[in-house]
T-cell receptor, first 107, second 112 residues
Framework: KNEVEQSPQNLTAQEGEFITINCSYS?????LHWLQQHPGGGIVSLFM???GKKKHGRLIATINIQEKHSSLHITASHPRDSAVYIC?????????FGTGTSLTVIP | DAGVIQSPRHEVTEMGQEVTLRCKPI?????LFWYRQTMMRGLELLIY????????DSGMPEDRFSAKMPNASFSTLKIQPSEPRDSAVYFC??????????FGSGTRLTVV
């Protein structure tokens, strides 16, 4: 059983569409992270959340601690948003990773 | 700030050889993480340090792997002896308390 489940695994969208990626987890957490990995391989930390909602540009991340669920939203998607998005949770001394959502935004 | 600096970017070595990966975290960050990424297993945390002290190394796959952080500005991950199944991209990341992580560019290791 995976401690972190992401959906969908793959997502293709037209430029401009609103995108949602979901993350559910089964452990108690102190923080949840959203990471972005571009085709070149570099990883960028987008958000670290322990409650509520954070916004950065066109990206919004929310977390519901009671439901053990987080969402990453991308508004007005753009081809440069094409990447793999990874959800990770910090639980005690452990880190658990989702398998990632591969997003392709078509012009 | 140059970010988290990893070296080398690429390493090709023969099975049985010792491999040392290096990481310089961002100045002022008090946590440092070593991750491994493979197609089969995705991202895995190997070990992390808080204030130079190893906190959890349960992700280190075998005794062949060891990591050190002799000071706040430098860490190494060593594999001895290396095996083909160690081939992966190894990422180092650093963070400060409640702030997000900054990842290095990774070291792509190929063991032949």
């Amino acid at each position: 059983k995976n401690e972190v489940e992401q959906s969908p695994q793959n997502l293709t969208a037209q430029e401009g569409e609103f995108i949602t990626i979901n993350c559910s987890y089964s452990v108690g957490i102190s923080a949840l992270h959203w990471l972005q990995q571009h085709p070149g391989g570099g990883i960028v930390s987008l958000f670290m959340l322990s409650s509520g909602k954070k916004k950065h540009g066109r990206l919004i991340a929310t977390i519901n601690i009671q439901e053990k669920h987080s969402s990453l939203h991308i508004t007005a998607s753009h081809p440069r948003d094409s990447a793999v998005y990874i959800c990770a949770v910090h639980s005690g001394n452990q880190f658990y990773f989702g398998t990632g959502t591969s997003l392709t935004v078509i012009p | 700030d140059a970010g988290v600096i990893q070296s080398p970017r690429h390493e090709v070595t023969e099975m049985g050889q010792e491999v040392t990966l290096r990481c310089k975290p961002i100045s002022g960050h008090n946590s440092l993480f070593w991750y491994r990424q493979t197609m089969m297993r995705g991202l895995e945390l190997l070990i992390y340090f808080n204030n130079n002290v190893p906190i959890d190394d349960s992700g280190m796959p075998e005794d062949r792997f060891s990591a050190k952080m002799p000071n706040a500005s430098f860490s190494t991950l060593k594999i001895q002896p290396s095996e083909p199944r160690d081939s992966a991209v190894y990422f180092c990341a650093s963070s400060h308390r409640n702030y997000g992580y900054t990842f290095g560019s990774g070291t792509r290791l190929t063991v032949v």
